[in-house]
Nanobody
Framework: QEQLVESGGGLVQAGDSLRLSCAAS?????????MGWFRQAPGKEREFVAG????????SYRDSVKGRFTISRDNAKSTVYLQMNSLRFADTAVYYC??????????WGQGTQVTVSS
């Protein structure tokens, strides 16, 4: 069964850092063309946070996290990371990783909670 598993969430203070990890099963990882991180805060819609493409490692970010968050991948570990620095209260959300085979994001993880106290 294909799956993505996130980890690394937690409770931190504003200004702190966290690194989220998303591990994919081997078959899933090899079929992907891109992966991304999304988040959903209580009462809000899920929103795109960052993405990375396999072909050229091109990255993209939502404006509010540019300069603070970095997405990266480790092919040997079939894992994608989201390094989050200078966290803000507004970053509080459940963070999901997602994988794409080219037609949107077909695979989703179960989510990991990030809570930033002000």
């Amino acid at each position: 069964q294909e799956q993505l598993v996130e980890s690394g969430g937690g409770l931190v203070q504003a200004g702190d850092s966290l690194r989220l990890s998303c591990a994919a099963s081997g078959r899933t990882f090899s079929r992907l063309v891109a992966m991304g991180w999304f988040r959903q805060a209580p009462g809000k819609e899920r929103e795109f946070v960052a993405g990375i493409t396999w072909s050229d490692d091109r990255t993209s970010y939502r404006d509010s996290v540019k300069g603070r968050f970095t997405i990266s991948r480790d092919n040997a570990k079939s894992t994608v990371y989201l390094q989050m620095n200078s966290l803000r209260f507004a970053d509080t959300a459940v963070y999901y990783c997602a994988g794409s085979q080219g037609s949107g994001y077909e695979y989703w993880g179960q989510g990991t909670q990030v809570t930033v106290s002000s």
